[in-house]
């Protein structure tokens, strides 16, 4: 009897472990020689790039297998070295790619040369995931002339504690964009900027007369992810003239946040937005669509949306009539004057940064192949199909002049933008943004909400020594 | 002395002796140690550190104690979750594909054919097909715009997934899992004589008496058993995050999309094996109980 009790307890145990056992093993790197490997007359080298082809990105990842790679495997051969370089694609959300690299990392495996946000090299750096540049690759690293055409601002996207852990490969910034065939029917200007949150929402009512359409798409709601934060949130916090980390505290959910929580509440409550589609697991995607479809009004976005998702060409949902349908304006503050550094205009902005993984076997060629990736003719390639903002002015002052909307961003939005801080706790932060949007929408009232957000942001930094809800 | 007649079991011990048992078993304890024990451990010990998958705390995890299994337990999301996990395993894992599974093999017990063929293999190929490919069947099917059940239903505009999203998640768990409650039950009841069945049948038993007295007391062990692995395989499923994500605003975060969520989305490693060993400890008492359930059955 004792014999079988023992025995039903193990083998339920042996049940129940298999079913959950989460298993990890531990972090950490060691100082590799930067010249491993660096005379291999044959070697392969992978990149690794939230971009695939036919799907998200397919312009980004397009150019790295048809441009990219075979120019630099040509330029080795003609130096006598056999060089196989391998795209390692994909199409996913944000979160899902990060996990994913910092899961590589950790096991000091994965590609040998990766993209990665600008916001991620923080704590990736105080994971040990990265080295900066110059460990990895040697004095190369820094002597590289390409910085000497990178704005220091630029540079700060790849830079933690005062050293270079990568390459940025450009900027972006955010606007509102507008369906001009819809603001004609709502009896509202082709030349649309507005100047307060009010202006916003006289146009989300004149376009909410209009039959089946939703009036604006301001991202929320923890399905939506960073977007929400970086599309809704922080912009809108930015113009009620506070910053998320300032002064070594983080915003809580003082009378700024209450502003934000607000005009959620005044879109989502008034029926100006669809409450709905900021729940939905594949929301975001479902905005694009309708946006290209002609049923959303104003829509936050950054200069992604125009290049990648709208257009008529590689978008994802391509919507033909962009260049005489759609226009854009500056996101306003919430009264003029009123936003950061007395501004009555806000944006903020990110980018990605490529980077090498600290375990390749070959650290020089990776470098060398880096380098290229960011050489103006490689640059020039990757914006010929469709321009963007690169991190190089040199490249800049070229491509740009043929593009409205990223002429106006450059000219007009980064002079006033703002960057997220690089701190590891700030990912928890946002996505305790996402959930006081979330509450606002599925109807709590922004003062409760925004109390529920002080009381989860104390929790996560430490205490309300760390907060400021001024 | 042991006579010759005595049963096997006792006399293999005698034969082989303490080492060469030792020797027979020993592949199976390492294995057992190197895939279950070790990595229970490690996620115990991982639940009383600090350990992130980035920054500082992934370099240099901090020892915290008992603070991450006091977090979890007193997290209102944790128990929400369990809650829901709770509904789900009852749901879908005992109420729908053990009793729709017995209910088909029980109707199609003694039918031949392309009925039963057909029947078998429309069951079977939703247990077969790939969880990814499933999901985004489930997803077409149910959407709110251009979803296949509301065209058929006349009901454009119905945002299934979400204004119930946990019950979606609990059909489609049902529609997914029956197949194996079915062939289980199938074979089950072929161990019970037709003789029974005849008898039954002769004394006017109804349906539900002949189950009752004539089928039930046969298979009780398969009936245990099935219970046993499907809760335990509900329990900890995953793939309902492939439709629902676990939202909206966490109404269908399972405890498997939970630990996700933290562990891996929100980068907490360590309060996320602190989630698991909980989960292993209530998987446990699953186990425990219908263990103890199946022992009864033998004769005291």
């Known amino acids: 009897m004792d014999h079988s009790g023992r025995r039903t307890i193990a083998a339920a145990a042996a049940l129940a472990l298999a079913g959950t056992a989460l298993a990890g093993c531990s972090g950490g790197g060691s100082p590799g020689d930067p010249d491993r490997g660096a005379k291999a007359r044959n070697y392969t080298l992978t990149i690794a790039r939230n971009a695939i082809e036919g799907g998200k990105n397919t312009g980004e990842a397009e150019w790295i297998t048809e441009t990219v790679i075979p120019r630099f495997v040509a330029a080795q051969k003609a130096k006598g070295i056999t060089a196989k370089v391998v795209f390692q694609g994909s199409g996913v959300d944000d979160e899902p790619y990060k996990t994913k690299l910092s899961l590589d990392l950790k096991s000091r495996s994965g590609a040998d040369i990766m993209d990665i946000d600008g916001i991620w090299v923080g704590e990736f750096a105080q994971a040990g995931y990265l080295r900066p540049l110059a460990d990895v690759a040697g004095p190369r690293a820094d002597a590289w002339d390409g910085w000497a055409q990178i704005p220091k601002a630029v540079q700060g996207l790849a830079t933690f504690q005062g050293k270079r852990y990568g390459i940025p490969a450009g900027t972006d910034g955010r606007v509102l964009y507008y369906n001009k065939r819809l603001f004609a029917r709502a009896g509202l200007p082709a030349n649309w900027q507005p100047n307060s949150w009010d202006d916003l929402r006289t146009a989300g009512r004149a376009l909410k007369k209009v039959p089946g359409v939703t009036p604006i798409q301001l991202d929320a709601g923890t399905a939506m992810g960073e977007a929400t934060s970086m599309q809704g949130v922080l912009p809108l916090l930015a113009g009620a003239g506070a910053e998320i980390y300032a002064n070594g505290k983080w915003t809580g959910g003082g009378a700024a946040f209450k502003q934000v929580l607000a005009l959620y509440s005044a879109i989502y409550r008034e029926g100006l937005g669809d409450p709905r589609l900021q729940q939905e697991a594949k929301g975001r995607d479902k905005s694009f669509a309708e946006f290209a479809a002609g049923k959303i009004g104003i829509l936050a976005e950054g200069d992604y949306f125009w290049r990648d998702v709208i257009n008529p060409k590689t978008g994802v949902a391509k919507m033909p009539s962009r260049d005489q349908d759609v226009g854009y304006a500056l996101i306003p503050a919430i009264a003029p004057g009123k936003g950061i550094r007395g501004q009555s205009h806000v944006s903020m902005s990110g980018g990605a940064v490529t980077v090498l993984n600290p375990s390749t076997k070959h650290p020089q060629q990776a470098f060398e192949l880096l380098a290229f990736m960011n050489s103006p003719e490689m640059h020039k390639a990757r914006t010929a199909g469709t321009p963007e903002i690169t991190s190089r002015d040199d490249v800049n002052r070229e491509i740009l002049k043929g593009d409205p909307l990223l002429s106006f961003i450059a000219g007009k939005v980064l002079p006033l933008t703002a960057y997220r801080p690089g701190i590891a706790l700030y990912p928890q932060v946002s996505a305790a943004l996402q959930e006081a949007t979330a509450a606002v929408v599925s109807g709590k009232s922004p003062d409760e909400a925004a109390a529920q957000y002080t009381k989860k942001l104390e929790g996560i930094v430490g205490g309300a020594g760390n907060v400021a809800t001024g | ?300």
């Open chain 2, 1 to 300: 002395m042991a006579p010759a007649t005595s049963p096997p079991a006792e006399t293999g011990s005698a034969v082989l002796g303490r080492r060469g048992a030792a020797a027979f078993v020993a592949p199976a304890l390492v294995l057992i140690a190197v895939f279950l024990v070790f990595p229970a451990l490690w996620t115990l010990y991982l639940g009383v550190t600090d350990y992130r998958l980035t920054g500082v705390a992934a370099a240099r995890p901090r020892f915290v104690g008992a603070e991450n299994y006091t977090g979890v337990l007193g997290d209102g999301e944790f128990h929400h979750s369990l809650w829901l996990t709770l509904q789900f395993v009852g749901g879908s894992a005992i109420a729908g594909q053990t009793v729709l599974g017995f209910a088909l093999a029980w109707v199609l017990r003694d039918r031949a054919g392309p009925v039963k063929r057909l029947v078998e293999g429309l069951v079977l190929l939703a247990w077969i097909l790939p969880g990814s490919v499933i999901a985004f069947l489930w997803i077409a099917l149910l959407d709110r715009d251009a979803g296949t059940l509301n065209a058929l239903l006349g009901t454009p505009g119905t945002a299934w997934l979400l204004d119930h999203p946990l019950a979606c998640v609990i059909v489609f768990n049902v529609w997914r899992g029956t197949a194996f409650s079915m062939m289980l039950y199938g074979a089950a009841l072929g161990n019970v004589p037709p003789s029974h069945l005849e008898t039954a049948r002769l004394a006017g038993a109804t349906t539900w008496q002949t189950l009752r007295d004539a089928v039930f007391p046969r298979i009780r062990g398969h009936v245990l058993t099935s219970l046993l692995l499907v809760s335990l395989w509900t329990f900890n499923d995953f793939t309902p995050f492939l439709i629902t994500a676990g939202g909206p605003d966490h109404r269908s975060e399972i405890l498997a999309v939970y630990v996700y969520r933290t562990a891996l989305g929100d980068g907490r490693l360590g309060f996320g094996a602190a989630i698991s060993l909980v989960m292993i400890l209530v998987n446990l008492v699953i186990a425990l109980g219908y263990l103890r359930a199946l022992r009864e059955r033998r004769p005291a």
